[in-house]
Antibody, heavy 121, light 110 residues
């Protein structure tokens, strides 16, 4: 079955960096784009970034552009989210999620369980 | 301010039918698939409807989706207490080159 497992969350001071990982299994990883979506405490879902199935293209939300970088290693079935210059407003549960379409970018179908990032001094 | 607009709340008694709307634009819902997610407290979102009106296996046929122009709807018939959750719509936005979500609708089963 499809599984996505996030890791790397924790408490970090404002201005510092953190790298999240998303380990995938149960499907042909190199055929699917992967998204990061976050949810601040008590708030709704906010899309963060996507990386195409082959890593050839990436897109970011304006709120993280220039600070977050999404990448993938298809040999390890893993997607990463490198976050720098973290701000208090980046505090959220970060979910990775699989794109619904093979070789395309649209909505997401499967979600991980999420990892909590808290930015606080 | 979310790109897609949903009512913040909806409610109905057990057994009733309720509809949740999702309003977008010609750059997101208009040309693209619409997705609906259910999120129970403390859990990750779960896909309910994809590609406008397709149900993944395991999702009861009480849940249905539709789209007309730049708006979409999720209908839940035969409401049950376990349907109490937050519901989100989503679609790819061609202008923003990103996935956009509605603000979420909290469904209460009275």
């Amino acid at each position: 079955q499809v599984q996505l497992v996030e890791s790397g969350g924790g408490v970090v001071q404002p201005g510092r960096s953190l790298r999240l990982s998303c380990a995938a299994s149960g499907f042909n990883f190199s055929n699917y784009g992967i998204h990061w979506v976050r949810q601040a405490p008590g708030k709704g879902l906010e899309w963060v970034a996507v990386i195409w199935y082959d890593g050839s293209n990436t897109h970011y939300a304006d709120s993280v552009k220039g600070r977050f970088t999404i990448s993938r290693d298809n040999s390890k079935n893993t997607v990463y989210l490198q976050m720098i210059s973290l701000r208090a407003e980046d505090t959220a549960v970060y979910y990775c999620a699989r794109d619904d379409l093979m070789f395309g970018t649209t909505g997401v179908d499967y979600w991980g369980q999420g990892t909590l990032v808290t930015v606080s001094s | 301010q979310s790109v897609l607009t949903q009512p913040p709340s909806a409610s109905g008694p057990p057994g009733q039918r309720v509809t949740i709307s999702c309003s977008g634009s010609t750059s997101n819902i208009g040309p693209n698939y619409v997705y609906w997610y259910q999120q129970l407290p403390g859990t990750a979102p779960k896909l309910l409807i994809h590609r406008i009106n397709q149900r993944p296996s395991g999702v009861p046929d009480r849940f249905s989706g539709s789209k007309s122009g730049t708006s979409a709807s999720l209908a839940i018939s035969g409401l049950r207490s376990e349907d109490e959750a937050n519901y989100y719509c989503a679609a790819w936005d061609d202008s923003l080159s990103g996935l956009v979500f509605g603000g979420g609708t909290k469904l209460t089963v009275l």
